[in-house]
């Protein structure tokens, strides 16, 4: 069974960093892409960013492009989110998710989810 726990999320101030931390455990894991998403209160599920294990490939939502960055630690068994620059419209619960089938951009493709981190940018 593959396991994701995020860790990382806070309250920060505008123009502020965090660093989101997925750490990936499991017997079933393999290395296909891993994601990250968002969900605001009353908002619908928002990719964020995608990686591929594999491929070392990344991309990323408009919104946060050239301020946000994902990365990998695969000796870790962990994949990171560095937010730069955060704005009050960012404030959301942050889920990782991993092993996508299909597009990286749909929610409905990862096979596995982590319970999400709080995080507040405040004005």
């Known amino acids: 069974q593959v396991q994701l726990v995020e860790s990382g999320g806070g309250l920060v101030q505008a123009g502020g960093s965090l660093r989101l931390s997925c750490a990936v455990s499991?017997?079933?894991?393999?290395?296909?892409?891993m994601g990250w998403f968002r969900q605001a209160p009353g908002k619908e599920r928002e990719f964020v960013a995608a990686?591929?294990?594999?491929?070392?490939?990344?991309c990323y939502a408009n919104s946060v492009k050239g301020r946000f960055t994902i990365s990998r630690d695969n000796a870790k068994n962990t994949v990171y989110l560095q937010m730069n620059s955060l704005k009050p419209e960012n404030t959301a619960v942050y889920y990782c998710?991993?092993?996508?089938?299909?597009?990286?951009?749909?929610?409905?493709?990862?096979?596995?989810w982590g319970q999400g981190t709080q995080v507040t940018v405040s004005s």
């Open positions: 499991g017997r079933t894991f393999s290395n296909d892409a």
């Open positions: 990686i591929s294990w594999s491929g070392g490939n990344t």
């Open positions: 998710a991993a092993a996508a089938r299909g597009s990286v951009y749909s929610f409905s493709a990862y096979l596995y």
